[in-house]
């Protein structure tokens, strides 16, 4: 039996290909993405490595509240006399003071220069340290700066050319003294743009502070471990102040670096999830059509004394073969794939980022063949058992296999589908992802299941569209001819469909709703914002700026707020100061829950209900607050905002807390404009007073609502590109129904093309059999899909998604694309029918 199975698998190779092509590509995505982040793991480490090779202890100010931003360096800075402190602690042989904020660099054109995630720093010039002047010299006077050879190319700047900088302060200009590189010939350490100026101008420019310091790093006299000087410049400072060694360090960051690769790695292995569970869609309707064709072999495999083991053996040999190879192919592939994402990932940082060896982990390799095999294997077991199950006196028959009853499929179906959608829905309200997978995955399952009972009606009415000729009508009836068949080929592409639709449902209620929000209640004309790229916070202003804007002619009201992240009772909390309580709420249209909306006095916060109920908080209770820069103190609830689409989880502050939060400026302010003045002469008219900051922009309420809603189309577009795979999965599996139907009914083209049929008619009736599920097949996931939209967005509503959209241009682009599919998806199985030799396809068994 194991002869005659090898034999069968390397006797129909192109079966053999069809049938792996699926899971190499699962498999790809598998392996790649192991291979790839393990790549930038060790890439990483080795550049924290490098980064704190200079650096035995390092002291900072402990931070009192953990916002994980940038501007953290803020939360405290350093003096001299802690510089001298750390100094005179036994075993230092150097301490030099630390000047690091955001600096980020104005290019030609006026815009703001952006990296591809790499910071936009700003430091002190040090001599000494791991930075190499390749051009002219240090920065000397208050005016000049030293860049790195990275910021020198990305913006074009040379020795001696004029440099725009925007820090805590407004654009300055400053002239390039120098141009510095690092060890190893880097034009920088990965992908960072930075700026170094002299000691004092850094201190006012990155700190706000004339002689203060980020942190200090220490160098240790010989014999002294980096552990055994951090304990006694720890006793020297006391807990007041954070001190660790050069290796915490360089841990610590490659850590963080860590997790967010390990959750892109787990993005990445659900889509290859994904891509694995359409794929065994294609591997059980491929082996479903296999043993429907062999039924004669099989049948007299029986009668020659093949027992059903050995029937069911036989099958899931050829599955582990497949399985195998496929694993095989895929890995390298994935291999492949990852060493070229790991290398276009570094050129994001103009090559600087130097990369660690490309390495095969053993989670690669073990998962590669796991997932390879075992999707394979449990794809063949049920038309394996089917095998198990032909009568020898098939031997003696035609090998056909009539239709059975779907009573039995339907059931499951059902049955799956409600356990699904209730596991979904519990997961929707408890917000748990293992449970909004689980249930996902036994839904596809539950609808594909059903899918064979309404395929024949449904494929039928489909296919009368396209049958306006004899071919036409011949391809509907062989799309409708076998609703097993068609509706897993079908339900393949409908994984796919169906999560791309729902996706696209959740983010266009998701645009509905802040439009909505922008046109409904806030009352504002315009709105004067930053930008928030690669975690910094830039594009804020000095509240000196909004006292201009109120001054403006034609401005009626207005308000800005500075915000925090700041500790209620230990919990973290979204934290504002707003500069006039009043206007805020007539601009946003707020109801006060609890006391009296009003300005807030030394020792009184206001919440919005979310924050209060979340704390069991109201009008009255008092609370502990932490700032970032102040100390803790005892407030008083003194009111609470009625449930509002505008302001959520926030704590309102008292305008004394100003210089407590990490940067002291206005990062949003709204603008309301007298009646009968044109909102875009007041706009130009505001423009100049935020000329010194490019960052800052002055939009009408519409232009806002489209920006903010931009960044969900290229959210939308990420994952159109991921699901692209499935899609492609399914076009395999389009492919492989049809190029197996076709051996299948060889006779029957024969017969075909022997009354008269033309070859091109022939490819005709093989296209709209292939259009015919394809459409189908985008119709259900269409209707699964957008059922999951609206069910999500319905558990998304105190998240702020509160009005459902249905993007009917995009559904009906998808079932475009899929006829497209369709179309494309036939071309090689058509050409192969067209082509049969007559005479050998009538005698064809």
Not at 233 to 239: E, I, S, T, Y
Not at 396 to 415: F, I, K, Q, S
Not at 425 to 446: N, P, Q, R
């Given at each position: 039996?194991?002869?005659?199975?090898?034999?069968?698998?390397?006797?129909?190779?192109?079966?053999?290909?069809?049938?792996?092509?699926?899971?190499?590509?699962?498999?790809?995505?598998?392996?790649?993405?192991?291979?790839?982040?393990?790549?930038?793991?060790?890439?990483?480490?080795?550049?924290?490595?490098?980064?704190?090779?200079?650096?035995?202890?390092?002291?900072?100010?402990?931070?009192?509240?953990?916002?994980?931003?940038?501007?953290?360096?803020?939360?405290?800075?350093?003096?001299?006399?802690?510089?001298?402190?750390?100094?005179?602690?036994?075993?230092?042989?150097?301490?030099?003071?630390?000047?690091?904020?955001?600096?980020?660099?104005?290019?030609?054109?006026?815009?703001?220069?952006?990296?591809?995630?790499?910071?936009?720093?700003?430091?002190?010039?040090?001599?000494?340290?791991?930075?190499?002047?390749?051009?002219?010299?240090?920065?000397?006077?208050?005016?000049?700066?030293?860049?790195?050879?990275?910021?020198?190319?990305?913006?074009?700047?040379?020795?001696?050319?004029?440099?725009?900088?925007?820090?805590?302060?407004?654009?300055?200009?400053?002239?390039?003294?120098?141009?510095?590189?690092?060890?190893?010939?880097?034009?920088?350490?990965?992908?960072?743009?930075?700026?170094?100026?002299?000691?004092?101008?850094?201190?006012?420019?990155?700190?706000?502070?004339?002689?203060?310091?980020?942190?200090?790093?220490?160098?240790?006299?010989?014999?002294?471990?980096?552990?055994?000087?951090?304990?006694?410049?720890?006793?020297?400072?006391?807990?007041?102040?954070?001190?660790?060694?050069?290796?915490?360090?360089?841990?610590?960051?490659?850590?963080?670096?860590?997790?967010?690769?390990?959750?892109?790695?787990?993005?990445?292995?659900?889509?290859?999830?994904?891509?694995?569970?359409?794929?065994?869609?294609?591997?059980?309707?491929?082996?479903?059509?296999?043993?429907?064709?062999?039924?004669?072999?099989?049948?007299?495999?029986?009668?020659?004394?093949?027992?059903?083991?050995?029937?069911?053996?036989?099958?899931?040999?050829?599955?582990?073969?497949?399985?195998?190879?496929?694993?095989?192919?895929?890995?390298?592939?994935?291999?492949?794939?990852?060493?070229?994402?790991?290398?276009?990932?570094?050129?994001?940082?103009?090559?600087?980022?130097?990369?660690?060896?490309?390495?095969?982990?053993?989670?690669?390799?073990?998962?590669?063949?796991?997932?390879?095999?075992?999707?394979?294997?449990?794809?063949?077991?049920?038309?394996?058992?089917?095998?198990?199950?032909?009568?020898?006196?098939?031997?003696?028959?035609?090998?056909?296999?009539?239709?059975?009853?779907?009573?039995?499929?339907?059931?499951?179906?059902?049955?799956?589908?409600?356990?699904?959608?209730?596991?979904?829905?519990?997961?929707?309200?408890?917000?748990?992802?293992?449970?909004?997978?689980?249930?996902?995955?036994?839904?596809?399952?539950?609808?594909?299941?059903?899918?064979?009972?309404?395929?024949?009606?449904?494929?039928?009415?489909?296919?009368?569209?396209?049958?306006?000729?004899?071919?036409?009508?011949?391809?509907?009836?062989?799309?409708?001819?076998?609703?097993?068949?068609?509706?897993?080929?079908?339900?393949?592409?409908?994984?796919?469909?169906?999560?791309?639709?729902?996706?696209?449902v959740v983010l266009t209620s998701a645009t509905t709703s802040i439009t909505k929000v922008a046109d409904t209640q806030i009352k504002a004309d315009l709105i004067i914002s930053g930008e928030s790229t690669n975690g910094e916070s830039s594009g804020a202003f000095a509240g000196d700026r909004m006292d201009r804007v109120l001054a403006t002619p034609g401005v009626e009201s207005g308000f800005g707020w500075y915000n925090d992240a700041v500790l209620l009772d230990g919990q973290q909390k979204f934290g504002v100061v707003v500069t006039d309580v009043p206007a805020m709420e007539r601009i946003f249209g707020?109801?006060?829950?609890?006391?009296?909306?009003?300005?807030?006095?030394?020792?009184?916060?206001?919440?919005?209900?979310?924050?209060?109920?979340?704390?069991?908080?109201?009008?009255?209770?008092?609370?502990?607050?932490?700032?970032?820069?102040?100390?803790?103190?005892?407030?008083?609830?003194?009111?609470?905002?009625?449930?509002?689409?505008?302001?959520?989880?926030?704590?309102?502050?008292?305008?004394?807390?100003?210089?407590?939060?990490?940067?002291?400026?206005?990062?949003?302010?709204?603008?309301?404009?007298?009646?009968?003045?044109?909102?875009?002469?007041?706009?130009?008219?505001?423009?100049?007073?935020?000329?010194?900051?490019?960052?800052?922009?002055?939009?009408?309420?519409?232009?806002?609502?489209?920006?903010?809603?931009?960044?969900?189309?290229?959210?939308?577009?990420?994952?159109?590109?991921?699901?692209?795979?499935?899609?492609?999965?399914?076009?395999?599996?389009?492919?492989?129904?049809?190029?197996?139907?076709?051996?299948?009914?060889?006779?029957?083209?024969?017969?075909?093309?022997?009354?008269?049929?033309?070859?091109?008619?022939?490819?005709?009736?093989?296209?709209?059999?292939?259009?015919?599920?394809?459409?189908?097949?985008?119709?259900?996931?269409?209707?699964?899909?957008?059922?999951?939209?609206?069910?999500?967005?319905?558990?998304?509503?105190?998240?702020?998604?509160?009005?459902?959209?249905?993007?009917?241009?995009?559904?009906?682009?998808?079932?475009?694309?899929?006829?497209?599919?369709?179309?494309?998806?036939?071309?090689?199985?058509?050409?192969?029918?067209?082509?049969?030799?007559?005479?050998?396809?009538?005698?064809?068994?």
């Amino acid at each position: 039996m194991l002869k005659a199975t090898l034999k069968s698998v390397l006797a129909r190779k192109l079966r053999l290909v069809l049938s792996g092509l699926a899971v190499v590509l699962g498999v790809m995505f598998v392996s790649g993405s192991f291979v790839l982040t393990d790549t930038l793991d060790r890439s990483f480490k080795d550049l924290f490595a490098t980064v704190y090779s200079e650096v035995d202890v390092q002291v900072a100010v402990r931070a009192k509240v953990d916002a994980g931003d940038p501007e953290a360096a803020l939360a405290g800075t350093l003096t001299a006399d802690d510089l001298k402190a750390v100094e005179s602690v036994d075993g230092v042989r150097t301490a030099v003071g630390d000047v690091i904020g955001s600096a980020r660099p104005i290019g030609e054109n006026g815009k703001v220069l952006t990296t591809s995630g790499a910071p936009r720093l700003g430091t002190a010039w040090r001599d000494g340290g791991q930075e190499e002047l390749r051009e002219g010299r240090a920065p000397q006077r208050d005016d000049e700066v030293a860049i790195s050879a990275y910021l020198a190319e990305t913006g074009g700047f040379t020795v001696g050319e004029q440099v725009s900088v925007l820090t805590l302060e407004p654009k300055r200009t400053f002239t390039v003294a120098g141009i510095f590189g690092y060890p190893g010939d880097r034009d920088s350490l990965g992908g960072e743009l930075t700026t170094a100026f002299t000691e004092p101008v850094a201190q006012q420019l990155l700190l706000g502070t004339p002689g203060a310091y980020s942190g200090v790093t220490v160098r240790a006299d010989d014999g002294v471990t980096q552990a055994v000087l951090r304990d006694r410049v720890q006793a020297a400072l006391g807990d007041e102040y954070q001190v660790k060694t050069g290796e915490q360090l360089a841990k610590e960051s490659a850590d963080e670096i860590g997790e967010g690769l390990a959750f892109f790695n787990y993005v990445l292995l659900g889509f290859a999830g994904i891509a694995l569970f359409v794929g065994i869609f294609i591997i059980l309707n491929t082996f479903s059509i296999i043993v429907a064709q062999r039924t004669r072999e099989l049948a007299l495999l029986r009668a020659m004394g093949a027992g059903r083991k050995q029937m069911i053996a036989s099958v899931v040999v050829e599955a582990v073969v497949i399985g195998v190879i496929a694993s095989v192919v895929g890995l390298g592939a994935g291999i492949g794939v990852g060493a070229l994402l790991a290398t276009l990932f570094s050129t994001f940082g103009g090559g600087s980022m130097q990369l660690a060896g490309i390495a095969v982990p053993t989670s690669a390799i073990v998962s590669s063949f796991a997932v390879g095999i075992v999707v394979t294997v449990l794809a063949a077991l049920l038309p394996a058992v089917r095998a198990s199950r032909i009568p020898p006196v098939a031997a003696l028959r035609e090998a056909a296999t009539p239709d059975r009853p779907l009573t039995r499929l339907t059931v499951a179906g059902a049955a799956l589908s409600l356990v699904g959608g209730g596991a979904l829905g519990l997961g929707f309200v408890d917000g748990t992802l293992w449970l909004i997978m689980s249930g996902l995955l036994v839904s596809f399952v539950g609808v594909a299941l059903l899918t064979p009972l309404i395929s024949r009606p449904v494929v039928s009415l489909i296919g009368k569209l396209l049958a306006w000729s004899v071919p036409g009508t011949l391809g509907r009836r062989n799309s409708a001819r076998n609703p097993r068949r068609t509706a897993i080929t079908a339900a393949a592409l409908m994984v796919g469909i169906a999560l791309i639709t729902g996706v696209s449902v959740v983010l266009t209620s998701a645009t509905t709703s802040i439009t909505k929000v922008a046109d409904t209640q806030i009352k504002a004309d315009l709105i004067i914002s930053g930008e928030s790229t690669n975690g910094e916070s830039s594009g804020a202003f000095a509240g000196d700026r909004m006292d201009r804007v109120l001054a403006t002619p034609g401005v009626e009201s207005g308000f800005g707020w500075y915000n925090d992240a700041v500790l209620l009772d230990g919990q973290q909390k979204f934290g504002v100061v707003v500069t006039d309580v009043p206007a805020m709420e007539r601009i946003f249209g707020l109801d006060a829950a609890g006391g009296t909306i009003a300005p807030l006095r030394e020792g009184e916060i206001g919440l919005d209900q979310v924050a209060a109920t979340a704390l069991n908080l109201r009008q009255g209770s008092s609370v502990v607050v932490q700032t970032t820069k102040g100390e803790q103190r005892t407030y008083t609830v003194a009111f609470v905002l009625a449930k509002s689409r505008v302001v959520n989880d926030a704590v309102f502050l008292p305008r004394s807390v100003v210089d407590e939060l990490a940067l002291a400026k206005i990062s949003s302010a709204f603008v309301k404009a007298d009646a009968g003045v044109d909102v875009g002469s007041l706009r130009r008219s505001i423009e100049p007073l935020f000329a010194d900051n490019p960052e800052v922009s002055v939009q009408d309420l519409s232009s806002y609502a489209r920006q903010q809603a931009a960044q969900l189309d290229t959210v939308l577009l990420m994952i159109q590109i991921l699901l692209a795979l499935a899609i492609l999965i399914a076009v395999l599996g389009v492919i492989n129904t049809l190029a197996l139907s076709v051996i299948e009914r060889t006779r029957e083209l024969g017969l075909l093309r022997a009354i008269g049929m033309r070859r091109a008619q022939v490819m005709r009736m093989i296209t709209v059999e292939s259009v015919v599920i394809s459409v189908f097949g985008a119709l259900l996931g269409l209707v699964v899909g957008t059922a999951l939209g609206v069910a999500a967005v319905q558990a998304l509503e105190d998240v702020g998604i509160t009005d459902l959209g249905i993007p009917w241009a995009q559904l009906g682009s998808y079932l475009l694309v899929a006829a497209g599919v369709g179309v494309v998806a036939a071309i090689l199985p058509a050409i192969r029918a067209a082509r049969l030799n007559v005479l050998q396809a009538v005698s064809y068994e």
